[in-house]
Each structure stands twice: as structure tokens, then as C-alpha cells.
């Protein structure tokens, strides 16, 4: 099996797209924490790569009745949660060495298109965002509603467990970034604000840094527990859509409609890097756990896998 190199600020100007899969209209890319998954949620459903990209999917989750707008697996590999336009979550059961996925339930889950998933760290608990202007907390074990969080308002469009799964921080078409302190102690309190709606955010791999990529063409990022904003990135002309922290910490990747990417040092707010490779925006992105690959799916229909080889 081919080896590929660590991704640092010193060598990101050297990655090229390494291998690519055509697949419909792209909402989100998620890597498995062990590094053993890659899931694609498209408009016909949610295709899963296990251990290789290229080709044919190992398996086509379609049980949605419309487009998949989210994804997000456990970091045990075990679960996989999809959230789709038909305003239900889908809880899926993997089996990795049987290579093969089993739906456990659907949750009726909001009133509006699901947005966006994510699991808790110990995937005991796993929250939504949706169009109808609330964040909820499910079990994941019975499928069962714990807490809605009302306060965005307009659609949230992203939310991420922090803080190793005490806080949640969620983001939307009312230009604010709000936290959700799961002891109680914080509901709804804004963190900050663009000047255009926050189509995406994420939570660095320490739990610390909010990275957030908005329509008003900026990246921001965020200190939690200093309360601050620590960059403003002029990022991306006609806007912003993505973001992905690298898991050795000094690096964030930016997508947007300019149909680039951007590789930025987070210690120093420097741009190192454009990306050109897609022909239209660039949606979601994802670094693979170990460092070495950086997923990137566009409204060209393309997903890219990113490295230096």
C-alpha cells in the first residue's frame, strides 16, 4: 500500500489530488477516527468507501427519502448517523470486518431539513441541527429526545460537540456562533457574530478553537475558553463553505465559492497555500485522522482525495 507523507505548513504546497469518485449533488465528507472509513452524503444517499477510495462505494445507504444533508460516524467506527432533507436522522450499525452497515433506527427527528450531526465522544449521545431553528440532543442507544435548544433565529446550519462533549456550539442563517453548556450553565450565549449567515463550523481535534466559514466571505476562528476571536481570514470571494482542522493542530483548510481551497497556519493567521483542482465550490472538507489526506467535495459532483504522495 502506498505511503504518504504528513501534511505540515511546510510541505502543504506540495499536495496534489492522488485519486477522485464522481457522485451526485455533495453535502458533507466525514473520515472514521480510525482512519478506516470515508462516508460521501450526496443527494442520492450516503456512499461508503471502507479501507480504499476509487470505484464503487462498499455500501450505499438510501433509505432517505431525499437528499442527505449530513453524516457523522462514532469514533469507535461503529455507528454511522445520517440526516437528511425528509427532516429524519437515520442511526446505522457498522460491521468492519463484515464490511457490511445495518440500519438500527429512524428518528422523526425535526419539523425541517436535518442539517447537521454529530456524535459525542463517547457516542452515547449525538446532536442535530435543523432549518426549523433548533439544536437537539439525542440517546443514541434508544433514539430518544434528551433536550431541544431553541434560540438561532433561522436555520442552524452546523453544530459540533466541544470541550470533550460538555458544550455543544452550533451556527446559522442569523450570523451567529452560540453555545450550548450541556451542565446547564450556558444556553444559547452568543460566542460572536459574521455579517452573513455561518454555513459552516468546526472544533479543532482539542476541543478548544471553533472554526466557522460564512457567507460573508471570512473564515473566523474562535477561542473558547478565552472567549475571543484569535483570526479573521479574508478567505474566500462569494463566500465561505468549508473548514477542517489537520489533526496535528498548526493547520486549517478553507473551501468556498471560488472553487478553492485554502491551507492556513493557525498560530499565525498566514495563508500558505491555494488549492485549485475543482470547478465549482468547494462544500465540505476533511483531513483523515492520521494527517496524510485531505478529502474535498465540491458542486462539481467531484470528491478529491488531496496528499503528497
Do not use: C
Not at 9 to 30: C, F, M, Y
Not at 92 to 116: C, F, G, L, M, Y
Not at 216 to 240: C, K, N, P, Y
Request: hydrophobic residues 40%.
Amino acid at each position: 500500500m502506498p505511503e504518504y507523507t504528513l501534511i505540515t505548513p511546510d510541505n502543504a504546497t506540495e499536495l496534489t489530488v492522488l485519486s477522485q469518485v464522481k457522485r451526485g449533488w455533495i453535502s458533507e465528507i466525514v473520515w472514521s477516527q480510525m482512519g478506516d472509513m470515508l462516508a460521501i452524503a450526496d443527494a442520492a444517499g450516503a456512499a461508503i468507501y471502507m479501507n480504499a477510495m476509487g470505484g464503487e462505494p462498499t455500501v450505499i445507504l438510501d433509505a432517505h427519502a431525499g437528499p442527505v444533508k449530513a453524516i457523522a460516524i462514532s469514533r469507535d467506527s461503529r455507528m454511522i448517523a445520517t440526516g437528511s432533507a425528509d427532516t429524519t436522522i437515520r442511526l446505522w450499525d457498522v460491521d468492519v470486518a463484515k464490511r457490511t452497515i445495518t440500519e438500527r433506527q429512524t428518528i422523526n427527528a425535526h419539523t425541517d431539513a436535518v442539517e447537521s450531526v454529530d456524535f459525542s465522544p463517547r457516542g452515547t449521545m449525538l446532536v442535530s441541527a435543523s432549518a426549523d431553528k433548533t439544536v437537539r440532543l439525542w440517546n443514541t442507544e434508544i433514539g430518544r429526545l434528551n433536550t431541544t435548544f431553541a434560540g438561532h433565529e433561522d436555520l442552524v446550519a452546523s453544530v459540533n460537540f466541544a470541550l470533550n462533549g460538555q458544550l455543544l456550539v452550533s451556527g446559522g442563517r442569523d450570523n451567529t456562533i452560540r453555545l450550548w453548556d450541556l451542565r446547564g450553565e450556558t444556553q444559547g450565549t452568543i460566542l460572536g457574530t459574521h455579517d452573513d449567515w455561518v454555513r459552516e463550523l468546526r472544533i479543532s481535534h482539542g476541543g478548544t478553537l471553533v472554526a466557522t466559514a460564512s457567507k460573508d466571505m471570512t473564515v473566523r476562528l474562535w477561542d473558547i475558553l478565552d472567549d475571543e476571536t484569535r483570526f479573521i481570514l479574508q478567505a474566500h470571494v462569494s463566500g465561505a463553505d468549508a473548514v477542517a482542522f489537520h489533526p496535528a493542530g498548526s493547520l486549517l483548510a478553507t473551501g468556498g465559492r471560488d472553487n478553492q481551497i485554502k491551507m492556513w497556519n493557525i498560530n499565525t493567521g498566514d495563508l500558505i497555500s491555494t488549492l485549485e483542482g475543482h470547478d465549482k465550490p468547494v462544500l465540505t472538507l476533511d483531513f483523515n485522522p492520521t494527517g496524510t489526506m485531505l478529502a474535498s467535495g465540491s458542486g462539481d459532483n467531484f470528491v478529491k482525495i488531496w496528499g503528497i504522495k
